[in-house]
């Protein structure tokens, strides 16, 4: 090998020995960067996720409460429209009652008056008859009398004084006779009785 050559295999050398040494020094620049960033990498990640699991918890929270809010409103109108429900079946029941009151009047008036030879009388029987299945129904729906004997004192809370009378036989404030019974639903008057009452 001529001086010449051998010469130019050395330059050729030592060129690729320092273009190798370039690319050793940039390879273990290259890996710390990447290694750093892979270190820093999964920090970041990890507090994203963690934030976002925050956020969703957060969302989660504030989702069941307004569902739980929304029920307990359905609820409360549920309950609120079954109580208007109830009370206007009440009332209508209560205005019906009060309707067929005058009719069992009519039946009491009725049998009071039928004539003395009329007892056994099929026909009186009948009205007798017709008057407790009326009765009977209305109580079943919850009506009933107001029981008044005479003596009892008068109450103006379920009693309406139709005559004030002078009398030997009671004293002051009680009552003489009744002139119309009285009815309640429940605890609800429906009509007093209409008394006589002494003075």
Avoid: C
């Avoid at 320092?18 to 892979?38: F, N, R």
């Amino acid at each position: 090998m001529t001086d010449d050559v051998k010469e130019r295999v050395d330059e050729t050398e030592e060129i690729l020995q320092a273009a190798s040494g370039d690319s050793e020094i940039e390879a273990s620049d290259t890996g710390e960067t990447e290694q750093s960033t892979l270190a820093e990498a999964p920090e970041d990640d990890a507090f994203d996720i963690q934030e976002e699991i925050e956020r969703l918890k957060a969302e989660a929270a504030a989702n069941l409460d307004g569902w739980q809010r929304a029920l307990a409103e359905f609820n409360n109108y549920k309950k609120r429209r079954e109580a208007e429900r109830s009370k206007l079946v009440f009332l209508t029941g209560v205005k019906i009652i009060e309707k067929l009151l005058p009719v069992i009047d009519d039946f009491d008036r009725a049998l009071a008056n039928s004539p003395d030879d009329s007892v056994d009388n099929g026909w009186i029987e009948g009205v007798r008859i017709t008057r407790r299945k009326l009765v009977d129904i209305l109580e079943s729906e919850g009506l009933s009398l107001i029981s008044v004997a005479p003596g009892d004192a008068f109450d103006p809370e379920i009693h309406e004084a139709v005559t004030h009378e002078e009398s030997d036989d009671f004293s002051e404030g009680q009552i003489i006779a009744e002139i119309q019974t009285g009815y309640r639903i429940g605890d609800r008057l429906l009509r007093p009785s209409s008394v006589r009452v002494a003075r």
